[in-house]
């Protein structure tokens, strides 16, 4: 049987993987711990001390935050596993580790916004309360992180490569449009 692999393109190096523009640089953001809690989840952030949580192309700052991604479920970023094992928890919420399951990246410079208008049908000054939505076709979790210009990508991690190369055709990357 023939190897169709050969044919595909290596995944990128996520430890140093980046891209840079005129208007853009993208980076991999390698070893995040990420877990998804589902339940009662007013009850996890009075719990773990996270005032709240930012929704789509909401601003998120620090090393431990949450961002939505359902009415029910946060994706919680820097939380170890030390501080809150996984499984069912007697305060009502569930958590689960998925730090392998998605890769992370930076999007930062002035063509964010552009960058946006090719990737998402998101309206990004009205773009709704849950970070989970449709960028390049794909479900990430996208928001701002530290100040306006960075956008953050959670994407899952069998998907990222996929993204990768249609980020790395943008124009904005090119020097195009």
Do not use: K, N
């Amino acid at each position: 049987m023939p190897d169709i692999s050969t044919g595909w393109r290596p995944e990128p190096d996520w430890t140093s993987a980046r891209l840079h523009g005129p208007t853009l640089d993208i980076r991999a953001v390698p070893g995040l711990p990420q877990r998804l809690v589902s339940g009662d989840i007013a009850r996890f952030l009075a719990r773990h001390g996270l005032s709240g949580d930012v929704g789509g192309l909401g601003l998120a700052s620090g090393d431990r935050y949450a961002v939505r991604v359902a009415r029910d479920r946060l994706l919680v970023v820097g939380l170890a596993a030390s501080d809150c094992a996984d499984g069912w928890h007697a305060e009502g919420y569930g958590v689960s580790t998925v730090g392998a399951g998605l890769r992370v990246l930076d999007i930062r410079g002035a063509g964010v916004r552009d960058l946006l208008a090719r990737a998402t049908t998101v309206d990004p000054d009205d773009p709704g309360r849950s970070a989970a939505l449709l960028f390049c076709g794909l479900t990430c979790t996208v928001y701002f992180h530290g100040d306006g210009q960075t956008l953050r990508l959670h994407v899952d991690r069998g998907l990222a490569a996929y993204l990768w190369e249609w980020l790395e055709c943008q124009p904005l990357l090119a020097g195009g449009e």
